[in-house]
């Protein structure tokens, strides 16, 4: 079993700023991919940005030039630092992983944590 877990969350005034952070731990072999997404009361969930084994990242338009993902290879830890937040990033936000958890098997699973919550509001 895999485990993720948020942290970070919170509330914000508009204009502000958050750093969520995120752990995966448990019967992880390899990660080729982290993310977030996020899901507002009445909506979809919404990926919001992800983060591949080479480096490479992807954002949504919405977040774009705000947010940026990075991760920690050797904690198996992804962050995602939100700038200039504003009431419409308001959401729970949920950490995404894709995991090989072992090496006899050759396909990834994808697992998410329980979520943090993000509140932007004066």
């Known amino acids: 079993q895999v485990q993720l877990v948020e942290s970070g969350g919170g509330l914000v005034q508009p204009g502000g700023s958050l750093r969520l952070a995120c752990v995966a731990s448990g019967s992880i072999f390899s990660i080729n991919h982290m993310g977030w997404a996020r899901q507002a009361p009445g909506k979809a969930r919404e990926l919001v940005a992800g983060i591949s084994s080479d480096g490479a990242t992807r954002y949504a338009d919405s977040v774009k030039g705000r947010f940026t993902i990075s991760k920690d290879n050797a904690k198996n830890m992804v962050y995602l630092q939100m700038n200039s937040l504003k009431p419409e990033d308001t959401a729970v936000y949920y950490c995404?992983?894709?995991?090989?958890?072992?090496?006899?098997?050759?396909?990834?699973?994808?697992?998410w944590g329980q979520g943090t919550q993000v509140t932007v509001s004066s």
């Open positions: 995404n992983s894709h995991v090989q958890t072992s090496s006899a098997t050759d396909y990834y699973i994808s697992y």
